[in-house]
């Protein structure tokens, strides 16, 4: 089995499957395609047969991984700042460092 990590993660799967999950879960539509008879389908049937959705899971777990990755991006966002304070008068002090021994020499 090949895991695709772009397709796996990426949060619009997530958010347009949690929408179609809630909008057809539990709807019965009519089916016009024979005039004669009373035929209903399924929400489950579309989000299945058409959208080809996975129903291993609920819309609230679509929401939950979305949740989580707002956190998680919020993590990293603080990690990337605060190593970007603590490696920026690292890097300032080399340059004066080496700007200064050119001048002198």
């Given amino acids: 089995m090949k895991l695709n990590i772009s397709s796996t ?3 619009s799967k997530y958010a347009y499957e949690g929408l179609f999950k809630n909008a057809f879960e539990g ?16 929400g489950e049937d579309i989000l299945r047969d058409t959208w080809q959705i ?11 991984i979305l949740l ?3 956190v998680l991006y919020m993590i990293l ?5 605060k190593v970007g304070e603590k490696v920026k008068p690292t890097i300032r002090a080399f340059m004066t ?3 200064n021994e050119i001048n002198s020499a």
């Fill in 9 to 11: 993660f990426h949060w």
């Fill in 97 to 99: 460092i080496s700007s």
């Fill in 54 to 64: 996975k129903m291993d899971y609920s819309k609230w777990m679509d929401l939950v």
């Fill in 27 to 42: 709807l019965k539509i009519r089916d016009d395609r024979e005039k004669f008879q009373m035929n209903m389908i399924n």
């Fill in 68 to 70: 989580g990755m707002v």
């Fill in 77 to 81: 966002f603080l990690l990337f700042i």
